[in-house]
């Protein structure tokens, strides 16, 4: 499987965006990458996902770099509420042969000082 | 309001005793997911399902069941609970494959 490489931890200020790197240097042309964050006590939360160009959302935007091989989450304006821990995941096309679900890494900690 | 939910929350029990955990989902999805999640580790999908009555096995399947007999449950079950399945546990569920995964709050289960 493909894997991604993300920092273990960041730090930012609040009201600033966010910049989140992801290295994916193995990245199949048919993966799609995505991002997902956990806050405290709870469980993942989908953030954005793409394939090749850049996405936008109400969350966040996914640019992509030409090469597929690395991409970066921006958050525009950084609340005390994105403190979460941010994982990038790339997904391969569905095989039927099993463990087709998200393989999470250990992410990057994003921490917002206020 | 689309949910995905676990229950219970919170379970201690002892080696032996065989336990279920329920998951439900109200949004018609199609897929729907099991994963542990341990420190150091992250999470691990153990079970998989397609559709009513298609599961599969995801990386880390032994000593777990599952069945998906309606589309909207998910429950999974520990016929003989052991201490290395001590874990925070997630259930997902997704419309399709490579759509967005909805998760539940997650499931602490202690195996004593």
């Known amino acids: 499987d493909a894997k991604t490489t993300q920092p273990n931890s960041m730090e930012s200020n609040e009201e600033e965006p966010v910049h989140l790197p992801c290295n994916h240097s193995?990245?199949?042309?048919?993966?799609?990458i995505h991002w997902y964050r956990q806050l405290p006590s709870q469980g993942p939360e989908y953030v954005i996902h793409?394939?090749?160009s850049n996405v936008n959302n109400r969350m966040a935007s996914l640019a992509i770099a030409e090469d597929r091989k690395s991409s970066t989450l921006i958050l525009h304006r950084a609340t005390l509420r994105d403190a979460a821990v941010y994982y990038c995941?790339?997904?391969?096309?569905?095989?039927?042969?099993?463990?087709?679900?998200?393989?999470f890494g250990k992410g990057t900690h994003l921490i917002i000082q206020p | 309001e689309a949910q995905v939910t676990q229950n219970p929350r919170y379970l201690i029990t002892v080696t032996g005793k065989k336990l279920t955990v329920t998951c439900s989902q109200n949004?018609?999805?199609?897929?729907m997911s099991w994963y542990r999640q341990d420190p150091g580790l992250g999470l691990r999908q153990i079970y998989y399902?397609?559709?009513?009555?298609?599961?599969d096995k995801g990386d880390v399947p032994e000593g777990y069941k599952v069945s998906r007999k309606e589309k909207r449950n998910f429950p999974l079950i520990l016929e003989s609970p052991s201490p290395n399945q001590t874990s925070l546990y997630f259930c997902?569920?997704?419309?399709?494959?490579?759509?967005?995964?909805?998760f539940g709050d997650g499931t602490r289960l202690s195996i004593l």
């Open positions: 995941i790339l997904q391969t096309p569905y095989s039927g042969g099993g463990a087709d679900g998200l393989t």
């Open positions: 193995t990245i199949s042309g048919t993966d799609y």
């Open positions: 793409g394939l090749t």
């Open positions: 949004m018609n999805h199609e897929y």
């Open positions: 399902s397609m559709n009513v009555e298609v599961t």
């Open positions: 997902a569920s997704q419309q399709g494959y490579n759509q967005p995964q909805h």
